[in-house]
């Protein structure tokens, strides 16, 4: 019904709805829709629940709706301004500054939107068109003109959102500059009472700008933060008691020491995603690890400028952790006889993590410590790798069991119990690997091995079915990441695994390459 809905004519943009009003005016003198039908009708196609962040605000537009509702006729405007929920999610996005237009489409949409129900705002003026004014005057009266104009129009914006700031739930903003977001973080300062989402991020980062401080102790009902801005620091003295929390997103941090103040602010945690940009290593030594007991999913991601950014795990322990992942780009200082050892006694501290998905790349891990890490993680799924740490060795010991391979003709196979050895990640259904240049036949062989194996194969000694024997599951994807040529899933030894149902992708990207790329903006 709701596609169906949307599709009218009445739901067109401005030159397609006024000529179609007379014959829609004639429809409702004959046939007109139930005030209740038409309000559940509105509500279904136009109201999102942004309790999920993914989903997007709606952009207050004189030509979209709900506002366009309102021209149909006199019963649809009536039942438009009566439902205040229609008004509650806005969006505003531009490429140029903030306009006194976008101000009073903005009042327009509170007013409509009632006293008391929640607000949902998406603001982002991250790509308008605003030029930093060096303090030598080199730029021209235009330019610091549009400067100004940028940040006056934020600062309007602020000041609109600051008298409703009680009924926050959701609130993301983006500007150039952190200098443009001040408004903003003074209202964090006066309270957001209902506030569950916030997403504060800069386009640009410039390590001149003076540092921030976020002050969160009146917004106690956060669940869910994400800080895109490297100079925006928690405040350390407040320590907010963020119980309620289960996200958080931190990129493009300089300080470590400001991370472990969100992370001992936000016991609850489930969701973890950190990245570093260049920065001070936090080295505390005999600290007691910080433990989150209820993380499931972290990502960490480190740029190494000679030091190594990864004693930060050092004092972490995550014992409920299923979904693991480490990037790393740049030179790292080894320790003792070339040795790194970070991943390990970080798994070590976490002992019983049940991971499912671990992915390590860039790492300065050689095919010994890859080999342990993999003997430590036997519920693997999922495992993303370089390529270079694809050995032939490793890619023996996760060779699949062959005595435990069903034949076509058997349900089971009498196999000696003791003659089987088990592989690494018995588990594995996914294998994607970056930037693959070794001989293909030797992984080859190894997907061949872990295809159609089945996840409940049991095997017969002398005759007797055996419930002690191993299960181990299919290999169903074999992922090639980067660019590299001739192509290894092009060669014949990959046939076999096709034929046996194994899916091979191929994606011209890296995880390198996208570094490089960012780390030039």
């Keep these: 019904m709701r596609a169906n809905f949307a599709n009218s004519l ?87 500054p903030p306009s006194h237009a976008a101000a009073q489409l903005l009042e327009l949409y509170l007013s409509r939107s009632g006293d008391m129900l929640p607000l949902h ?54 500007g150039n500059v952190i200098e443009a977001l001040d408004d903003f973080l003074q209202s964090l300062v006066l309270g957001a009472p209902k506030l569950s989402y916030l997403l504060i991020s800069t386009d640009s980062i410039d390590f001149g700008e003076q540092e921030r401080v976020l002050n969160l102790e009146r ?43 969100w992370l001992e602010s936000c016991p609850n945690l489930e969701d973890l995603s950190i990245d570093f940009i260049p920065t001070d290593v936090f ?51 080894l320790g003792p006889e070339n040795q790194w050892r970070r991943v390990i006694e970080f798994l070590q501290r976490s002992e019983g993590a ?67 050895r088990i592989p690494l990640c018995p588990k594995l259904e996914t294998l994607e690997l970056h930037n693959y240049s070794q001989p293909p036949l030797a992984l080859a062989d190894m997907a061949l091995s872990r295809c159609q194996l089945s996840t409940t194969a049991q095997a017969r000694v002398g005759g007797e079915l055996s419930l002690d024997a191993p299960c181990y599951s299919t290999l169903k994807n074999l992922i090639f990441i980067g660019d590299v040529s001739p192509s290894p899933s092009n060669n014949p030894a990959f046939q076999a695994c096709r034929d046996r149902g194994l899916r091979i992708i191929e994606r011209c990207f890296s995880f390198q390459s996208s570094l490089a790329i960012r780390s030039s903006t």
């Excluded at 400067?147 to 000041?159: F, K, P, W």
């Excluded at 933060?225 to 963020?242: A, E, G, S």
Aim: with cysteine; hydrophobic share 40%.
């Design 10 to 96: 009445a739901f067109q943009p401005c030159p397609l709805i006024l000529p179609s009003i007379p014959a829609l005016a004639v429809r409702r003198s004959t046939l007109p829709l139930p005030t209740e039908l038409l309000s559940l009708i509105f509500l279904e196609c136009f109201y999102l629940d942004l309790d999920d962040p993914s989903l997007e605000c709606i952009k207050p537009s004189r030509t979209n709706t709900p506002l366009t509702l309102t021209w149909v006729c006199s019963h649809w405007r009536q039942v438009a301004l009566s439902l205040p929920l229609l008004w509650t999610n806005i969006a505003l996005e531009s490429g140029s």
């Design 121 to 174: 705002f998406r603001l982002d003026y991250s790509k308008a068109d605003y030029e930093e004014v060096n303090p030598s005057n080199d730029f021209s009266i235009a330019e610091k003109a549009r400067r100004e104009a940028y940040s006056t129009g934020m600062r309007r914006l602020a000041h609109i959102l600051e008298r409703v700031r009680l009924r926050w739930r959701f609130l993301a903003v983006s």
């Design 219 to 261: 917004c106690p009902r956060l669940q869910c933060i994400v800080i895109h801005c490297p100079k925006l620091l928690l405040d350390p003295f407040t320590m907010p008691n963020l119980q309620h929390m289960y996200s958080l997103d931190l990129s493009w941090s300089q300080s470590q020491l400001d991370a472990l103040v």
């Design 283 to 333: 080295m505390q030594s005999n600290a007691f690890p910080l433990t989150l007991s209820h993380l499931t999913q972290f990502e960490l991601e480190l740029f190494c400028n000679g030091e190594d950014p990864s004693s930060f795990l050092d004092i972490l322990s995550f014992p409920g952790l299923r979904n693991f992942t480490l990037k790393m780009e740049g030179a790292v200082q």
């Design 354 to 420: 049940p991971l499912e998905a671990l992915e390590l790349l860039g790492t300065p891990l050689n095919p010994q410590e890859f080999m342990e890490i993999l003997q430590m993680t036997p519920g693997l799924r999922k495992l993303v790798f370089d390529g270079i740490l694809a050995t032939a060795e490793i890619l023996d010991r996760l060779s699949g069991p062959a005595a435990l391979t069903p034949s076509i003709d058997s349900e089971y196979e009498v196999v000696d119990m003791n003659s089987i």
